[in-house]
């Protein structure tokens, strides 16, 4: 036998694997493909944070840059994290600590359009119950394509900046500055073309998905320079607002940010002038254009000028909406895009419910039903639904058995 050919004998013994079926048959096993692909590689290139960055980058967060606040405390050591491959909840992203809620929320919508809303290829399954119960290959793809698509919105479609740690630290303790372990290590990246952010984010997703990185607060930081600090105080009507509130949570300015690319205050669609022209009438920008994953708002306590929702959100282009209900976020879906399109599918219809409850142990699936109107007292209604009559006025919920714990 040839040199050439046993070593190619050698070379296919090590790529099989010799098995027996239970008839004492021999068979061949085929060694299977990762089940991720996700590796740390070396970080290359970049530019180095400035103190300057630094320092703007944790007072547009967290509204200072001199002392690390328990607040910042809350989300650093926060990562990406998917509930585990292959089971009903494999879609969604686990959400251990209530104050990163909102920001994983609105990554979470965008990580449904791309389960359910824009794969492609001949092979690819169209059963939505198979599509939920995504891969690891499939969470890792869809969350790649909702961090590009929250980036390059917010950098108006032109650009987008990655926010990605080194191992050096570049700016150090001063009267204006307390490291914080992460944001002095920052290496920044720009792209002109969301195919680069794209790939750049595949090749360094495990910066986000680290158990033990700081993959939340890179993403947020990294939209906030990909729309720009004075762009964010612009969209705020001037106000200096930190994009955390007191308590941890986002603001809800950071929440249309994230949705829709704009920091806006204001949830009506397009342009309101509150006054009048005696006392110098001022524009109030709310959503300039339709969302692709929308947004519903309920509370009684809620400023009404600030919170009434326009049909840009309520009816985005895909039927995925982020939730926020008595301040907490949740998620509603549905996996026929019809439901947006076509106003006869919403005589009847199911939408699904997450919001990482620990009192959710199995899929909460809430029927809707538009064609028999009735009357409900919101005192004594569930939250929840309060919240889905903001959309659908008068319609019916059935709960399915679930209690109603939103």
């Known amino acids: ?11 296919y013994q090590k790529l099989l694997l010799l098995g027996t079926d239970k008839h004492g048959s021999e068979r061949v096993l085929y060694p299977t493909k990762p089940k991720g692909s996700v590796q740390k590689v070396p970080i290359l290139g970049g530019t180095p944070i400035s103190a300057d960055t630094a320092e703007a980058l944790r007072k547009q967060v967290f509204g200072s840059a001199e002392l690390r606040s328990p607040m910042e405390s809350e989300w650093l050591g926060q990562s990406f994290c998917f509930n585990d491959a292959d089971t009903p909840q494999s879609y969604s ?15 979470q919508g965008f990580i449904l359009k791309h389960l359910l809303f824009t794969r492609r290829g001949p092979r690819v399954v169209t059963d939505p119950s198979t599509l939920l119960r995504a891969t690891t290959r499939a969470q890792e793809e ?35 500055y307390q490291t914080d372990g992460c944001t002095e290590r920052i290496h920044t990246f720009e792209f002109k073309k969301q195919d ?27 939209v906030v320079l990909s729309r720009g600090f004075a762009k964010i105080v612009d969209d705020m009507d001037g106000e200096e607002n930190s994009l955390l509130q007191s308590n941890g949570t986002i603001h809800p300015a950071l929440a249309t940010l994230l949705l829709t690319g704009r920091a806006t205050l204001y949830l009506h669609n397009g342009i309101i002038y509150e006054g009048s022209e005696d006392t110098m009438a001022k524009a109030r920008t709310g959503i300039v254009t339709r969302a692709e ?114």
């Not at 992203?93 to 990554?107: I, Q, R, S």
């Not at 869809?142 to 700016?171: F, P």
């Not at 952010?197 to 993959?215: H, I, P, V, W």
């Open 1 to 11: 036998m040839s040199k050439n050919r046993q070593e190619r004998q050698t070379l």
């Open 93 to 107: 992203l686990k959400m251990p600590k209530v104050t990163n809620k909102g920001l994983a929320m609105c990554v």
């Open 142 to 176: 869809a969350l790649v394509g909702a961090l590009s698509d929250i980036l390059w919105k917010a950098g108006e479609r032109q650009h987008a900046v990655l926010c990605l740690t080194q191992e050096n630290v570049y700016v150090n303790d001063s009267s204006s």
């Open 196 to 222: 680069e952010l794209t790939f750049n984010l595949k090749k360094y997703l495990f910066e986000f998905l680290a158990e033990d990185g700081n993959g939340l607060l890179l993403f947020l930081y990294s």
């Open 293 to 406: 994953v929308g947004l519903l708002v309920w509370s009684r306590e809620e400023d009404s000028g600030r919170s009434s929702v326009g049909s840009r959100l309520k009816t985005p282009s895909f039927p995925v909406w982020v939730t926020r209900c008595k301040d907490m976020y949740g998620i509603l879906f549905n996996p026929n895009k019809e439901l947006t399109r076509d106003y006869h599918a919403e005589n009847r219809f199911d939408l699904h419910y997450y919001s990482a409850n620990p009192n959710q142990t199995t899929a909460t699936i809430i029927t809707i039903d538009t064609r028999s109107q009735t009357t409900r007292d919101e005192y004594h209604s569930p939250p929840l639904e309060n919240l889905i009559h903001t959309k659908w006025q008068g319609a019916e919920v059935n709960w399915n058995g679930s209690a109603p714990y939103v």
